[in-house]
């Protein structure tokens, strides 16, 4: 059995060292259960959000605040 081989989110390099592989976070799949973002340890603090979901939770949480 091979180990698997993770890919940086930051650089797009692959992680041959699993001990350098950081869990930074998870992506729900549309039929499925999804996948797990990692990094370098060097790159994790680097990693930013999807845009796409920080602008959807933007609009939802502005529509709740200026509700009656």
């Known amino acids: 059995m091979t180990a698997e081989v993770h890919v940086c989110r930051y650089c797009d390099s692959p992680i041959p060292d699993p001990d350098d592989a950081v869990l930074v976070s998870h992506e729900g799949g549309n039929s499925g259960p999804g996948w797990n973002i990692w990094a370098h340890r060097a790159h994790a603090d680097l ?16 529509v709740r605040a200026t509700r009656p």
């Not at 930013?48 to 502005?62: C, K, M, N, S, T």
């Open 47 to 62: 990693v930013e959000p999807d845009p796409a979901a920080v602008r959807i939770l933007a609009r939802v949480l502005l």
